[in-house]
């Protein structure tokens, strides 16, 4: 979790990739970087090993699920938690506003 222009997000490397999304779940305000990492197929069942079509976090108080790479909720893709780019340089993390 880092703090952005006074937001606090969430930060995940997945995919060899880096994902940074709001931290608060837009259903009841839990918090998403507490949330367990879950790849799911197409068909939408997890697999707890190999190649997924997403990588969902849920957040821990009422199972709510995000996109990790969009912050799309996964009930209604309509909704979303912010997304924020982030770039590395050396072993650095930049989050951009």
């Known amino acids: 979790m880092a703090k952005v ?6 930060v995940f490397r ?3 990739g880096f994902y940074a999304l709001d931290n608060t779940c837009l259903h009841m305000g839990g918090s998403i970087a507490d949330g367990r990492v879950k790849r799911v197929s197409a068909a939408g069942n997890a ?5 997924a079509e ?15 790479k969009t912050g799309g909720f996964t009930g209604d ?6 997304c924020y780019d982030v770039t590395t340089r050396g072993e650095d993390l930049y989050i951009q506003t």
């Open 54 to 68: 997403e990588v969902h976090i849920q957040c821990p108080l009422h199972g709510w699920e995000y996109d990790i």
């Open 77 to 82: 893709r309509k909704r979303k938690l912010r």
């Open 14 to 16: 997945e995919d060899g």
């Open 5 to 10: 222009d006074g937001r606090e997000v969430a």
């Open 47 to 51: 697999e707890p090993e190999g190649p």
